[in-house]
């Protein structure tokens, strides 16, 4: 379960950043999937696979994440002196309805990857998580005791 959650997460940073990475792979950088690829040792026809999935997920999840834009947009034009609650709450549920289903289908996107992956790898990548993990802990830590430290 707690590899599930750490991979959401990751993958859930994946698809938010899915333009940025349609520039990495045309410049030649590595993408995420090539990153996670080296991590846990992938197969080629595992990374296909992979790859396959978030481009079928992610084309419904960018139209939903339009959609949403868009009714965020159309509540911000209702808040005026003459507003209309009815209309408000409207939007309100439907983006309710918009986001739920991109969350749905970020999970069913994470399932479906995490599905492609041997039992070693998901050990492989919970074992870099947690190090990943520890590595930001660490980080926090010490930026925190560098702000609580006087100035000279």
Known sequence: MKLAKLFGTAL?????SAPALAQQAS????????????????SDDQQKEIRGIIEDMQGQIGELREEARGLQQAMQAEIKPDYDEDAIREKAEELGDVTGEIAALSSLMQAK????????QREELDKRMKEMQQQMQQQRQMMQQQMQQPAN
């Not at 859930?12 to 938010?16: I, Q, R, Y």
């Not at 410049?27 to 992938?42: E, K, N, R």
């Open 12 to 16: 859930v940073a994946l698809t938010l």
């Open 113 to 120: 990857v995490d599905s492609v992956f041997t039992a070693e």
């Open 27 to 42: 410049g030649g950088q590595p993408d995420q999937v090539d990153q996670l690829a080296q991590m846990v040792g992938l």
